[in-house]
DNA sequence: TACATTTGCCTAACGGTGTTAGATTATTTA
DNA sequence: TAAATAATCTAACACCGTTAGGCAAATGTA
C-alpha cells in the first residue's frame, strides 16, 4: 500500500501550493488582495478546499510567519559564521537583518505587523525566539565585563533591534521618503557602531 | 437667509459626529472593527449619507490622520517650549512623541502604519512635514559646527526616528514582552542621550 | 463482480464588507 | 398651493471569510 503515502505526498504538495499562492498573490498584489478565493483560483481549486490544509486565514499567515523566521534565522546564522570579532558579526547580523527585511518585504510585514492586518496570537512564537537568542549570545560576548545580568542583554537588544526596526518601518511605509539607500546605510552602521561602542563605555 | 448657516453648522456637526463615532469604535473594537455600517449605526443614519461628507472609507481615515498631527505636533511644541536647551528640548520632545504614541495609541497605528491596514497615499503630507521640521530645527541647533547640511539633519533625524519607532511599534504590536515601563524608559533617554552626545563627535 | 463506504471536490448559502443607483420623503422656494 | 430641491432611505452589486450539504469518483469489502 504505498499509495497511501503518495496520496500523502500530494496532500503536502497541494499544502504548499496553497502557501506559494498565497506568497504569488500578496508579491504581487499585496496583503490587502489576499483572499480565499484568489489562493483557489490559483491552484485550480475552489474555496472550501483550503480549509481542508489550513483552518482559516490566519492559518496560512501563521505558518507564513513561521516560514519566515526561519529564512531570517538562516541569514542572519550564515552572516554570524562568516566573520570572527563579536563586533564584526554583530554588524553583519544587522545587516543581515536588514537585508531580509527589503528582499522578502511582505515576510517582514507579516512577521513585525508594519502596516499590516494583525493575525492577532503571533508573539511568543518559538522560531523568533531562535532569533532571539541567537542576536542575544553575541551581544553577550559583546560586554567585557563578566556576568551579563540578563537585563543588560536585554536592554541593548532592545536598542540595537528598535533602531532597526524603526528604520525598517520607515522606508517599508513611506518608500517616497528622500532618503538614499547610501544614507539609510550610514544611518544603521552608525548606528550599530555607536550603540556597540556603548557597551564598554 | 442666516439658516443657511445653520444649516452649515448642522453639516459640519455630523461630520464631526463621524469622525467621533469612528475613533469611539476604533478605540474599543480596534481598527479592524471599523465599517461604514457601524459608524452609521451610531450616528443613527444609514451608511450611504456617509458618502455625503466624505468620499470613501479612506477618505473618513485621512482626515483622522490628519487631526492625530495636529495633536501630536501641539504636544511636541508644548514640550519644546518648557525647556531652555537644546539638549532638555531634544529629549523632552522625544518623550512627549513618545507618550503621544500610547495615549494615542490608535492615531499612531493610523499615522505610522503599524499593525494597521494601509491607506494608501499617507505620505507626503503637509501635517507631517509640520512635526518633521520641528524637531529638524531643534536638531540643527544641536550642532556645534556651522553651517550644518540637509544631510546631516535628515541623518541624525532619522537616527532618532528610528529607535524611538522602533521601540514603539515593538512595543505596540508585542505588549506581552517582558519589557518594562522603566526599562523602555532607560533605553529611550539613554539612546536618546547617546544620539545627542554622538552629533558633536 | 456487486454493493457499501469513504474520499475529493463542488455548489449554494450565510452574514459581513465598501460602495452606488434609484426611489422616497421632507423641506424650501416660487 | 405647486414645483423644485434637498435629505434620507431601500435595494442592490461585487466582494470577503466560512460552513453545510450533495454529487461523483475512488476505494474497500463480500
Redesign the pocket.
Known amino acids: 500500500?504505498g499509495?497511501?503515502e503518495r496520496?500523502l505526498r500530494?496532500?503536502d504538495e497541494?499544502r504548499t501550493k496553497i502557501l506559494d499562492a498565497a506568497l504569488n498573490i500578496v508579491q504581487t498584489e499585496g496583503w490587502q488582495?489576499?483572499?480565499?478565493?484568489?489562493?483557489?483560483d490559483q491552484i485550480?481549486?475552489?474555496?472550501?478546499?483550503?480549509?481542508?490544509y489550513?483552518?482559516?486565514?490566519?492559518?496560512i499567515l501563521l505558518e507564513l510567519t513561521r516560514r519566515g523566521y526561519l529564512m531570517l534565522a538562516k541569514d542572519i546564522r550564515e552572516a554570524r559564521d562568516q566573520h570572527e570579532s563579536p563586533e564584526d558579526k554583530m554588524e553583519a547580523m544587522w545587516i543581515a537583518y536588514w537585508n531580509f527585511a527589503f528582499t522578502h518585504k511582505e515576510f517582514y510585514q507579516l512577521m513585525y505587523g508594519v502596516d499590516m492586518v494583525c493575525c492577532t496570537v503571533k508573539n511568543s512564537m518559538a522560531e523568533a525566539e531562535n532569533v532571539g537568542s541567537m542576536l542575544g549570545d553575541v551581544i553577550e560576548s559583546l560586554f567585557e565585563k563578566k556576568p551579563v545580568s540578563d537585563d543588560d542583554i536585554c536592554m541593548k537588544y532592545y536598542t540595537y533591534w528598535s533602531i532597526i526596526h524603526g528604520l525598517i518601518s520607515i522606508n517599508l511605509v513611506r518608500p517616497n521618503g528622500r532618503t538614499t539607500d547610501e544614507l539609510n546605510q550610514q544611518i544603521l552602521k552608525d548606528a550599530i557602531k555607536g550603540i556597540t561602542l556603548s557597551i564598554n563605555s
Chains 1, 2 share one sequence.
Open positions: 500500500m499509495s497511501k496520496i500530494l496532500k497541494t488582495a489576499l483572499s480565499m478565493r484568489k489562493i483557489a485550480e481549486y475552489t474555496a472550501p478546499i483550503i480549509y481542508e489550513f483552518s482559516n486565514k490566519d492559518g
